[in-house]
């Protein structure tokens, strides 16, 4: 009766977030941004349809793509790896991706063709999964993952760091920083196409995962006594999470924070269950994003606010509640 009361809850708050998730949706496309502040509308029909087309339903699509992308990959992480700290960047995929795009910039490739800047994140999200397979080899230990993906993070940091001292002119140097802060402004739909086939595998392969990540909660051993190999498991996490995750770093650059508050917003209504917290999360994300990229153009005229900066301020102080949470947990 239990189990049946747990799932029946699952699926009202999948129906809830799914609710909002459409609401905001269409609030995002109702919202623009003008040197006069927010703006609310399409103007007259021949520019209205062309504003749709062309500026809101491109950012809106990808904010919906991308928060997906990240609850969902943070949730099945947290699950693998049973730990409340990890997060869709862990395994280098992010910073991968935007060295490859970094380096775009500073050959001043990005001037010459605007689809080199994400086909450059691209690459470096699909070397940077090569090169954990490589490092971490065929072995199954979840920490040889971990440290694996650890060292592709700080590689690939130091190298981006080498690049922006090097920048040809500080304009050069501004423009990767602009583009390393995450944001979904001048974006089309030749972004979401681009996006879309490293997403949508990466995404099959982690919720393959998902009865394995349920089974994984009794420890490895009862796991493979279940049947569910751990191994495999393991791999088609870290394999989905680096190809989906890639693919949204590919095009809005590095927006931190959402894969690691969602899941833990939305696990006291699922449970203990890693595969039913997959779905909420990946609406969850789509929600959070949206919002927040939302309140960006709800703000005063100005520059606008990068989303990876608006993540940022609303994830870490819920990152440190979570540290101050779990140091407590651990001295009771």
């Known amino acids: 009766m239990s189990a049946t009361l747990s799932t029946g809850r699952h699926w009202r708050l999948c129906a809830a977030l799914g609710v909002l998730v459409l609401a905001a949706a269409a609030l995002s496309l109702l919202l623009g941004r003008s040197s006069g502040g927010p703006t609310i509308g399409f103007g007259g029909p021949e520019l209205g349809a062309v504003i749709l087309r062309e500026i809101r339903l491109p950012r809106t699509l990808l904010a919906l793509l991308v928060g997906g992308t990240l609850g969902l990959c943070g949730a099945a992480l947290q699950g693998l790896l049973r730990n409340p700290l990890a997060e869709p960047g862990l395994l280098g995929a992010s910073s991968g991706a935007a060295l490859g795009a970094v380096l775009v910039f500073y050959f001043g490739l990005a001037g010459g063709d605007s689809l080199l800047l994400p086909l450059g994140a691209v690459a470096g999200s699909l070397l940077s999964l090569a090169l954990l397979y490589a490092l971490a080899g065929k072995s199954s230990d ?3 993952v971990v440290l694996a993906g650890i060292a592709i993070n700080a590689f690939t940091a130091a190298l981006t760091s080498l690049v922006l001292n090097f920048a040809p002119s500080p304009y050069a140097a501004l423009e990767i920083l602009f583009w390393m802060l995450g944001s979904l402004a001048d974006r089309s739909l030749v972004h979401v196409w681009l996006a879309l086939p490293l997403m949508i595998p990466g995404w099959l392969l982690v919720i393959a995962a998902a009865r394995g990540l349920d089974a994984l909660t009794l420890g490895e051993e009862t796991a493979a006594s279940l049947g569910f190999d751990p191994r495999r498991t393991q791999w088609l996490v870290v394999t989905g999470t680096a190809l989906a995750v890639g693919g949204a770093v590919a095009v809005t650059g590095v927006v931190g924070f959402v ?38 153009r709800l703000m005063p005229p100005g520059p606008e606010l990068k989303l990876g900066v608006v993540t940022a301020l609303l994830g870490a102080p819920f990152f440190l ?7 407590n947990a651990a001295a009771n």
């Open 321 to 327: 509640r979570l540290v101050i949470s779990s140091r």
């Open 259 to 296: 894969g690691l508050v969602v899941p833990h917003l939305l696990r006291p209504w699922v449970g203990h269950h890693p595969s039913r917290l997959l779905l909420p999360s990946f609406l969850g994300g789509a929600l959070l994003a949206t919002l927040a990229d939302s309140t960006i």
């Open 142 to 144: 979840l920490l040889t």
